[in-house]
C-alpha cells in the first residue's frame, strides 16, 4: 500500500524558516521516474504546486516562491523535505506531498495518483 | 505562464448530469488530469490524462478534452459527489505544475 504523510509544525512565527517532512512508504524514490511534489492549499483558495523532486535528483520550483524553496530527499528514511524561508502570515495553509508516479515507457505520469492527508501550518506571531 | 480557468460553482439536481470546464488556450493540445476534493480531506484523482479513470472511481464520471475546454463530466448525481473539483496540467514549457481554480459542485 502506498501511503504519505506530512509532518512539521502547527505554528510558525513570521521570518521563521518552514520544515516539512513527507515521510513514505510502498514505493522508492530511487525507481526511475517517481517523483515527490509538494501542493500547498490556503483556506478557501485553490490548490499552489509548490516543488518537486525526481528519482534522479533534479528539482521545480514555482516561479513566484523559487528564492525561498528548497526540497531534498533522504532515499535510505524514504523521506522529502521542505524548507521555505522567511514565512509570512500569507503563507498560512494546509501543505499536501503528492506522488508522480513512473510509466511504462520510462517517464513519469504528470497526475498526482497518491496524496499525504495534509498538515496545517499557520504563520502567526 | 498557462492559465486554467474554472467556473467557481455548478449547482444539479440528483440523478442529474454535471458537467464541469476548464479553459486554457488550446488545452486539448495538452493532457489534463481532474481531482475531487471533499471537506478536509486531501484531493483524490478522478481522471488523468483527460480520459482515463483510476480504479474504484466510478464509470458515471468522465472526461473530455478539445480546443480551449477540458470538461468533468458526472452522470447521474448523488449526493456524496458534492465537492470541490480541480483540473491540473503540467506546463512542459515552464516546468510547473497548473491548477485551476477549482469548482464547488453544489447537489440541490
Known amino acids: 500500500q502506498v501511503t504519505l504523510r506530512e509532518s512539521g509544525p502547527a505554528l510558525v512565527k513570521p521570518t521563521q524558516t518552514l520544515t516539512l517532512t513527507c515521510s513514505f512508504s510502498g514505493f522508492s524514490l530511487t525507481t526511475s521516474g517517481m517523483c515527490v511534489n509538494w501542493i500547498r492549499q490556503s483556506p478557501g483558495k485553490a490548490l499552489e504546486w509548490l516543488a518537486r523532486i525526481d528519482w534522479d535528483d533534479d528539482e521545480y520550483y514555482a516561479t513566484s516562491l523559487k528564492t525561498r524553496l528548497t526540497v531534498s530527499k533522504d532515499t535510505s528514511k524514504n523521506q522529502v523535505v521542505l524548507t521555505m524561508t522567511n514565512m509570512d502570515p500569507v503563507d498560512t495553509a494546509t501543505y499536501y506531498c503528492?506522488?508522480?508516479?513512473?510509466?511504462?515507457?520510462?517517464?513519469?505520469?504528470?497526475?498526482?495518483?497518491?496524496w499525504g492527508q495534509g498538515t496545517v501550518v499557520t504563520v502567526s506571531s | 505562464s498557462y492559465v486554467l480557468t474554472q467556473p467557481p460553482s455548478v449547482s444539479v439536481a440528483p440523478g442529474e448530469t454535471a458537467r464541469i470546464t476548464c479553459g486554457g488556450n488550446?488545452?486539448?493540445?495538452?493532457?489534463v488530469h481532474w481531482y475531487q476534493q471533499k471537506p478536509g480531506q486531501a484531493p483524490v484523482l478522478v481522471i488523468f490524462y483527460d480520459t482515463d479513470r483510476p480504479s474504484g472511481i466510478p464509470e458515471r464520471i468522465s472526461g473530455s478534452n478539445s480546443g480551449n475546454t477540458a470538461t468533468l463530466t458526472i452522470t447521474r448525481v448523488e449526493a456524496g459527489d458534492e465537492a470541490d473539483y480541480h483540473c491540473?496540467?503540467?506546463?512542459?514549457?515552464?516546468?510547473?505544475?497548473?491548477f485551476g481554480g477549482g469548482t464547488k459542485l453544489t447537489v440541490l
Open positions: 503528492a506522488r508522480f508516479s513512473p510509466l511504462s515507457n520510462g517517464g513519469h505520469s504528470e497526475a498526482f495518483d497518491i
Open positions: 491540473q496540467l503540467w506546463d512542459s514549457s515552464a516546468d510547473h505544475v497548473v
Open positions: 488550446n488545452i486539448g493540445s495538452r493532457s
